[in-house]
């Protein structure tokens, strides 16, 4: 049996936790064109960035559907945004088809090493070590080399990227003052959080709406043409979007969930099965728990409602709510 890293739910994070996550890429866009250029191809309006927060946004293809999600800044004199390592590849190749007459470099950035923070006293410690106290609305604080971006779902949480020769003493503090652990730990805040993890597999499935991405401001409907807008706009306008993102928590499953599994609802009184929704996500949870992340059709969003999954229909399911 594979021997997993111990992962907590949130609110049995008794320890500060830091985890470097590799899994992520830094991407660097430059040029004088670099605002008119995003703003043709993102989701969100580039104008409302500014120095004091970071914006979640999504890049997709002609027809509405999500090559990636990111969290997009302003860095000196160029933008930065973090995607899922897995379809960074794709997702620059897809923005750099229509930029032959732009003033305009986008590339991966090999300069930045990332890492994820939490914990009942991460923000305690994130103030003490880079003497720094974010303001009521600030989700973003950038020290030289240094960028920090909080995020307070489910918990307050930082995503910290720094540049390498910032590294000797930023390990010293944390190794001293936090415990490090697996990359999965971030996967789980994430999918307690229902933010939809979007790797390669999934990349280029899905409409915008039915990955719940209005809930993160991830979409701006008041701004200039962009790609994919017409299909977005259309699918919002009509209200036909029937899927949201959801975690879901079972105990003693032995083998591990395959993404786009179905999930399925038993209807007793019908004697009916349904296909309730897909797996997109999933990570095991210390004492034989695991997590899923859904797309849910929401008519079966109900947390009496039991699921399980078509691969394993003995492991039952719930709704989980942090």
Not at 260 to 267: A, G, M, R, S
Request: aromatic share 16%; with cysteine.
């Amino acid at each position: 049996m594979v021997n997993y890293p111990i992962i907590y739910l949130s609110k049995n994070l008794s320890n500060n936790m830091f985890m470097e996550l590799d899994n992520w890429s830094v991407i660097s866009v430059t040029g004088v064109d670099k605002k008119e250029y995003l703003n043709n191809h993102f989701t969100i309006d580039i104008n409302l960035i500014n120095k004091y927060e970071y914006k979640v946004g999504a890049h997709c293809n002609i027809n509405g559907k999500v090559w990636t999600t990111f969290l997009i800044f302003k860095y000196k004199n160029c933008y930065l945004y973090l995607v899922p390592s897995s379809v960074y590849k794709k997702h620059i190749f897809e923005l750099k088809k229509y930029s032959l007459f732009s003033q305009i470099d986008i590339f991966k950035e090999k300069n930045f090493k990332i890492f994820g923070a939490s914990g009942s006293r991460s923000l305690f410690l994130i103030k003490k070590f880079f003497s720094i106290n974010f303001n009521e609305n600030q989700s973003l604080i950038i020290i030289n080399k240094i960028i920090i971006l909080k995020i307070d779902k489910p918990i307050n949480r930082f995503l910290i990227v720094i540049d390498k020769s910032e590294l000797i003493n930023f390990l010293k503090f944390m190794n001293q003052y936090f415990v490090y652990t697996d990359k999965m730990q971030w996967l789980e805040l994430d999918i307690e959080s229902c933010f939809p993890i979007i790797e390669k597999n999934i990349s280029g499935k899905f409409i915008l709406q039915t990955l719940s991405l209005k809930k993160w401001n991830a979409i701006d409907f008041n701004k200039g043409c962009y790609y994919g807008q017409e299909m977005l706009c259309k699918y919002e306008n009509k209200k036909i979007n029937k899927f949201i993102i959801c975690a879901l928590i079972g105990k003693n499953c032995s083998n591990n969930p395959i993404i786009f599994e179905f999930i399925e609802y038993f209807n007793k009184k019908l004697d009916e099965k349904y296909n309730a929704g897909i797996v997109l996500s999933w990570v095991f949870i210390f004492d034989k728990t695991v997590l899923l992340q859904v797309r849910m059709k929401k008519i079966f969003l109900k947390n009496k409602n039991i699921f399980s999954l078509s691969s394993n229909p003995g492991i039952t399911f719930k709704i989980f709510n942090y």
